[in-house]
């Protein structure tokens, strides 16, 4: 199957494949949501378990940090805006997303996994979120055989219908916190700085976070990089459309947030465009009933970090 960009596209006309794209009909998913332990709360922002007995599911995953997910059931592809496309592993670690990107598979399509808060990556893997992004591999390419065992015996177990998605998410969570590396404690407080940056403003200024973080600008960028998958100002970029979708998903918005919408973006085509790189829809499709998995992850209990 041919990447559905074909190849590295600009920023507009990636926007608009995505808004072209079709997704499958809300009443056809079930997806269940489940609150990550307290034990695992700074690293995992939710597990989830989503199922669609389609014969063809299409559906976008908006920018995100990163997930660890087993796939019982469902044959697919990711298409990634570079013009490149990658098969869903029974086993993957989908690492950290710096647009929306397109899924197509083969059904009946059913996921269970974790999806993971910037320390969760950095925990998980001890990687460089930069240097992985917009990637979806076997989970043993990122972290060995670590998961194997387990990835195997939730997936043996869930077919067998002896344990249930919500027991399997719970199960992969559970591992997240057994495997979880140390990561520096001045690393921590950088990326508590970071998230309170974000969440300060749908603009932040740059300034703002130099002041607060206890590194030099050059060390901020490459920290931030290495935790969030991109630097400062692009992460503040993303985050503004994300945060933006999330408000916008609201049955209806107080005075003060759509003063602070109308002035976070030059103008209303501006924040169409940014609102569909990063989240996959426009602005008048993310409450409708045609983006049900697209709507579960703008929601704002998934940016309990940022305080929205």
Known sequence: MDSLFGRNLEDGSAAQALADFELTSDS?????????PVAISDLVTTLYHMRCDESVIRDIQP?????LSIFPYGKGEMHFRGGYSEPNPEMAILTPLSTAVPIVV???FHVMGAALSPLGWAALTGLHAGEHRDHLVEANMLIGSLFDDLGRQL???????????RECALAIGDFIGRVAKPINARHVELVRVVNAWLGSSLNPELADLMDKAAYSERQVQRLTERYFGLPPQALARKYRALRAAALLSFPQLTPEFEAELGNAFFDQ?????EITLFVGRTPSRLSDDQAPYLREM????NFRELDI
């Open 28 to 36: 056809l998913f079930q997806v269940d949501y489940i609150a990550p």
């Open 155 to 165: 997936i043996g177990s869930y077919r067998g219908e002896e344990m249930t998605g």
């Open 106 to 108: 083969d059904g009946p």
């Open 298 to 301: 703008i929601d704002p209990k």
């Open 63 to 67: 920018a995100s940090i990163g997930h």
């Open 269 to 273: 085509s501006h924040m169409i465009r």
